[in-house]
């Protein structure tokens, strides 16, 4: 209840809003006294009450349009910017040579990108191979890209490759090489079909909101492909933001090799009122596998949301282990 001074016998604020079109403040008053600064002070207050109904509508204004902003560059990639000038790369004799891209236009996953880098100049190093990192998409041209036995999308979101080089990159797949894929990767910010049927093999729906980040327990799948799945853990505990899919690969034709209950995890993914997404894939809920596509290889696991992922050691050698399965 507000509280007025003596002076004022009543005070009624009224609020109209007219076809939701427009609002305006009515202050009615009678008063005990009538001198100029009693007047001069409900002036005031007439003032200071219009300038806080108009701050509090501005801020849900803005609010509402950072929010937009903010889901419009999730979900497309903003600003979209391609790069088309060939970086100069030295590739040195007798190493397998990885590209390793990290553009992102849609979400960033700044702290696992940075994570990352570290980790693969590590793995680089003890297998003897050449890693080029870039964030600048020149490089998908097909002289260069037929240098690479592997290319990594490390968390590219967004569209980060025009449509004359996603043809150079479906070309180098279906005549041999590798596409590897990081966590957001998979999500549904590139607007490419060839790259979600042949890589992911499902549809992004959403991330589990509440809470983003869970405890899983990953568990192996049988697997025969004995290169992907050496030295790795049978069962491991880890925190991630599980991606939830409308489909599930496995009736895509891929083959799962670690999956998490879906069942034992918390999927809901509303955001505010704007979509139902209070929904999972069920107990059989995959988070890495892998197809064939024409004489290549693609490869995706959902895991990698943030630099935990690269503290764990079978993620590491996860993805070390796909490296190793496409050379
Ligand atoms: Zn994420």
Redesign the pocket.
Known sequence: MLKFPFYVRWVSLKINIRNGRDTFISVKFDLSQNNKSTIKYLLDMKTWLRIFVFSVLLFIVLAGALLAGFIYKVKNGFPVSYDTEIPDIHFPQNQPAILLFSKATG?R?GS?IEASKIIFENVAKRNNWFVYQTEEGGVFNAEQLAKFKVVIFN?STGEVINDEQKKVLEDYVINGGSLIGV??AG?DSHHWDWYQQNILGAKFSH?PLSP?LQEAEVMMEAVRDTILTKDLPVRWTHT??W?VFFENPRSKGFTIIYTINGDKIIPDGNILWLTDKNFGMGKDHPVAWYRLTGRGRTFYTSI???EAAWKQEPFVRLIENAIKASL
């Open positions: 979400y996953h696992s968390n966590h957001g999500d991330h983003q991630d933001e991606y990698g949301h943030d």
